[in-house]
């Protein structure tokens, strides 16, 4: 699909490790989402067939085309693992990204991730690598700089482009600031301005005027939406439909999508099971009794006691 066409005021969900699990995926997808990413997923660990990531690029038939990806600071290791995605999934992959943009310890501290601001000769190498290795198009997810008050993000916008990538994504905080304070918005506009290829808007889009602001007003090509989507993946249809963020959603429609994602998740990785703590926490945030609910969702071991809190909730137990 032509690159314009494919990110044109789309909106998508965002990469997110240890959130983006194929069913959460799938859902978002169902309720409007036009493209979902993967956890990002790293290339050495699949060089290395390390069970865990290849397990991160499980795709649900109802999600497909995916965005996955990678991360990782050796160019040939990442080419290699792109072409062999490629060559695995083929049209059941949208894109692939590589990621240039995770602030942790674990990745940056490595030199991957955000390190690769700081090192955009690497960066390039790594870009023109990929992009010569498959010919699904490659973005790149990165931030407004690294450091606070050094925006660099528009000259690796420009990097990244001559490299050949088919659309950047910006996420409008410094890599220092990890995901604390607002993001900078009108970064997108600087970006735009300094290249021809789409531009993705990363960064606190929780309302219809968020998407508004950035496709309209900094002239964004798509936006993703991140923690908005957490426990909430409603937010991408009242995004498309214009309406409040937070459209009001029954009881019975929250157990029934967290029921949905507790069997999808217990089918698929059981032993992944504890990842629906933090997501029950969320589907039933700001709801009377949630409290209590995030409390007792941290003694849940098995299936059962997961359903049986689902029953619960949907019983009225935790709202008297
Ligand atoms: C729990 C969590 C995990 C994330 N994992 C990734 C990731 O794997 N790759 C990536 O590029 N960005 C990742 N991000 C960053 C988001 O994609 C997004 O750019 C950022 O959260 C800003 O958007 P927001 O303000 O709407 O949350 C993650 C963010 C969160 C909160």
Not at 135 to 154: C, H, I, M, N, W
Request: with cysteine; hydrophobic share 45%.
């Amino acid at each position: 699909m032509n690159n314009k066409l494919l990110f044109m005021s789309s909106v998508l969900l965002a990469p997110m490790a240890g959130v983006n699990d194929p069913v959460f995926r799938r859902i978002c997808r169902r309720f409007g989402a036009d493209l979902s990413y993967s956890e990002m997923v790293s290339a050495l660990g699949l060089a290395y067939g390390s069970a865990r990531s290849a397990e991160l690029l499980y795709i649900d038939d109802m999600e497909k085309p995916l965005a996955v990806q990678l991360f990782g600071k050796d160019p040939q290791v990442l080419a290699e693992q792109a072409r062999l995605l490629e060559e695995h999934y083929g049209s059941d992959l949208a894109l692939i990204d590589i990621n240039m943009g995770c602030p942790t310890r674990k990745i940056a501290g490595k030199g991957e991730g955000a390190a690769l601001m700081r090192d955009p000769a690497l960066a390039e190498r790594i870009l023109r690598s990929v992009v010569e290795a498959v010919s699904l198009p490659v973005t790149v997810k990165f931030r407004r700089g690294y450091d606070a008050g050094q925006e660099t993000a528009a000259q690796f916008a420009q990097m990244a482009e001559a490299a050949g990538v088919a659309a950047v994504a910006v996420h409008g905080r410094w890599a220092v600031q990890l995901y604390s304070g607002q993001a900078d918005r009108q970064v997108i506009g600087r970006v735009k301005a300094a290249v021809g290829i789409p531009v993705i808007a990363s960064g606190d889009v929780y309302t219809p005027a968020d998407v508004r602001f950035y496709l309209q007003e900094e002239g964004a090509d798509a936006v993703m939406v991140a923690r908005g989507a957490q426990g909430n993946p409603w937010i991408f249809s009242a995004l498309k439909a214009g309406l409040g963020a937070t459209p009001q959603i029954t009881l019975t429609e929250r157990v029934a999508v967290a029921r949905e994602h507790l069997c999808g998740l217990s089918e698929l990785f059981p032993h992944r099971l504890a990842a629906m703590r933090k997501h029950i926490a969320w589907y039933f945030k700001g709801i009377p009794g949630a409290v209590a609910i995030r409390q007792q969702v941290n003694n849940c071991l098995q299936l059962a006691d997961y359903l049986q809190l689902l029953d619960d909730i949907q019983s009225g137990r935790f709202n008297r």
